[in-house]
């Protein structure tokens, strides 16, 4: 039976976690749609275009247009329910620069939010200082949330006093004396924001960020005393915005529908009761459906952009009518949505965990009985007695390494107890797989014969959230689409860290073990893509092993098709030594005094000693990935 590109959507799930940007073309390559129509950008071509720019693997490769396309569909969902709803005020979402810090990455979406009043949410000063150098739309909101010192207050105000709506949110009662100290110092009245402690919690792994044990907010009464300590210096009109945030990727709709109503109660009774209240940020925690299941499991949600913004602005309507107080601008802090789709990791797969063992297996005369007897087993093996000579197989097994430990088996009979074995478990198993149930000794012999695949990538640097928390992202060879991927694998990294290894793919409503792949072909290129990796791992990855950024290369759709319009090197290996403290240049000295040494001790000539500290040098400027050019 022929396999085609449309098996290869259906098998990886495309069309399921694609959102749209994804294809497979008939050419079997895996395509990426900036504005989700026909127009697509070949990735297997992108990647020979890089390959020719010099470009080192692994590859960071942006889309900026997906970004763009983000900020426009989520701020079009929001304008279609405002009108939808007859809702009389209006939209302003923030991006918070937590979610993806790069520069090219920010600048894109500020440039998209342009014109539709878009801000940005900072976490930090250092974040605040970002935020305030960016030019924004006059009414666009930058809001500062976290714990805050003083000098992070001076800042926001000072950014109020340059004209900028900064909203100080006040996140833990401290923080309001802290806030009205600095601005009589300063003599700038600020915009105050105020995160609750709703009871409404979020859904899947980041649940516990809401409900009444959350690390941040404020309690209902600290909330009021809030609000008392402000009237008392006359200054409750600047209280403009209560925000609460219950949690990242929430995947069921009805924690963001009870999430939504709580905090709207609150702003409406807040707004009754004389607070000047006028915005309400609902946060963040609008999802990305992972594996496309379309459901409420940790990789899903079960809900669509529409229908979230639908959802928000609907019930604060009702809210707001049914408690007669003015509806709220609103504000959604929405990162993950934003950023996730526009990037993706190109790797190349630089070999397998075990070479196939197609070699015939040739048993000599003299090698040990029990030996002999595995031969017998397997050619004997039917499928009708597969399991009982499965069992006998591995019993000879742990007979004949108990002899070896013993030191009666040589090694070369050794080598035959292991190769036999494998392969009757091989034969054994694709008997076992025929029937509808497979038993737990099965199950447990297929994991400890997938194959691994050993990809140029660090999963510390490139998707930290798959090792720290397990999260799933979709893994697609961008090639050989159109062919029957007839291996299972998991993915294993270059560093020497046994975590470093992918064994949990998306499927459909469950989680694989592992990856439909294709046979590698010897002195061939097997690329793989890491996909819906912009939100938070560009900014969370970390150097184990000392293995850097990677390289990274934007690629624009236009006229005459993709274009690669920008290559920012990664992080070369004296890059990543110099911010753990280490000084290259005094490693150098440190080889040149071995150098000398040896050749004062006649060991080594000095062309010798050039050509080794040539060597050394070029390790130290090379990239921190591995090199299999030449
Ligand atoms: C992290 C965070 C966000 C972003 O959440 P997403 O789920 O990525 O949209 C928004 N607001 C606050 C307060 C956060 O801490």
Known sequence: ???????????????????????????????????????????????????????????????????????????????????????????????????????????????????????????????????????????ALIVCNAYKDKPYVRLALRGVALGRKVVLVVEKPQEVSLILEVAKETGIRPILGMRTRLRARGSGKWEKSGGSGAKFGLSTQELLDAVDTLREADLLVTFRLPHFHVGSQITDIKRIKDAVKEGARIYAKLRADGCAVDILDVGGGLGVDYDGSRTAVEASMNYTVTEYANDVVYNVR????????????????????????????????????????????????????????????????????????????????????????????????????????????RKALEFALEHRYVSEEFEALQKRLITKYIANFSVFQSIPDSWALDQLFPMVPIHRLDERPTVRATLCDVTCDSDGEVDRFPALRD?????????????????????????????????????????????????????????????????????????????????QEQTRVAIRERRMTRAEANEILAEYREALEGYTYLDFSD
Not at 325 to 331: D, G, R
Not at 549 to 556: C, F, I, S
């Open 511 to 591: 989680v694989k073990d592992s990856l439909e792949v294709h046979p590698l072909q010897p002195g061939k290129p097997y690329y793989l893509a890491i996909l819906l990796v912009g939100a938070y791992q560009d900014v969370l990855g970390d150097f184990h092993n000392l293995f850097g950024r990677v390289d990274e290369a934007l690629v624009n759709l236009g006229k005459g098709g993709a274009r690669v319009t920008r290559v920012i090197p990664g992080d070369d290996a004296d890059d990543v030594l110099r911010l753990y403290r280490q000084d290259p240049e005094a490693m150098v000295a440190s080889i």
């Open 1 to 139: 039976m022929s396999f085609t590109a449309r098996d290869a959507e259906r098998l990886y799930g495309i069309d399921a976690w694609g959102g749209g940007y994804f294809s497979a073309n008939t050419e079997g390559h895996l395509c990426v749609h900036p504005f989700r129509d026909d127009r697509g950008v070949d990735l297997l071509q992108v990647t020979h275009r890089l390959k020719r720019r010099r470009v080192r693997f692994p590859a960071l490769v942006r889309f900026p247009q997906i970004l763009a396309a983000r900020v426009g569909e989520i701020f079009d969902a929001f304008e279609r329910a405002i009108r939808e709803f007859d809702y009389d005020g209006t939209y302003r979402g923030v991006f918070p620069l937590k979610v993806n810090h790069q520069r090219e990455v920010l600048d894109e979406l500020v440039r998209a939010g342009r014109g539709l009043g878009m801000g940005l949410e900072a976490g930090s000063m250092a974040e605040l200082a970002v935020a305030l150098a960016h030019r924004l739309d006059r009414d």
């Open 318 to 425: 009702e809210i707001c009518e049914a408690e007669e107080v003015p509806v709220p601008t609103l504000v959604s802090e929405s990162g993950r949505a934003l950023t996730a789709y526009h990037s993706l990791v190109l790797l190349e797969v630089s070999g397998e965990n075990q070479t196939p063992d197609n070699r015939e297996v040739v048993v000599p005369e003299d090698a040990h009985d029990g030996v002999q007897e595995l031969l017998e087993i397997e050619r004997g093996l039917t499928r009708k007695n597969h399991r009982e000579y499965f069992h006998d197989a591995e019993e000879m097994r742990e007979d004949l390494l108990g002899h070896f430990d013993l030191g009666y088996l040589s090694l070369r009979d050794r080598a035959l107890t292991e190769r036999l074995v494998r392969r009757i478990g």
